[in-house]
């Protein structure tokens, strides 16, 4: 896999944990869905400075972007590690019933 297809696959990956469509991305860049698009698929090269942009927009370090493990970071963060090997132990069901409560709590 091509380093423009790895990075567009974090990307696609990040903004759906987001919930973001790739339309609402490409307006916090000030850009087009269709250039998120392209790039999500691998099929135009992104640069640093617009990297950066996407990150900010995503909430996340633009090293996760490069990060082949993306959940490393969060066992670092012992509370949140310890929801997700929580969840992990729950049947599906149970998980979508946690994140829709959580969801709930903190979404204004």
Do not use: C, P
Request: hydrophobic fraction near 40%.
């Amino acid at each position: 896999m091509n380093l423009a297809k790895m990075i567009g696959d974090q990307i696609r990956h990040f903004r759906n944990l987001r919930g973001l469509t790739q339309e609402q991305l490409a307006e916090a860049l000030e850009s087009h869905g269709t250039y998120i698009g392209r790039l999500e698929r691998g099929e135009q090269n992104v640069q640093l400075a617009t990297l950066e942009k996407i990150a900010e927009a995503l909430h996340i370090s633009v090293f996760a972007f490069f990060n082949h493990d993306q959940f490393e970071h969060l066992k670092n963060q012992e509370w949140i590690w310890r929801s997700v090997l929580l969840l992990q132990e729950q049947q599906e069901v149970d998980q979508q019933r946690a994140y829709r409560v959580l969801k709930e709590m903190f979404t204004r």
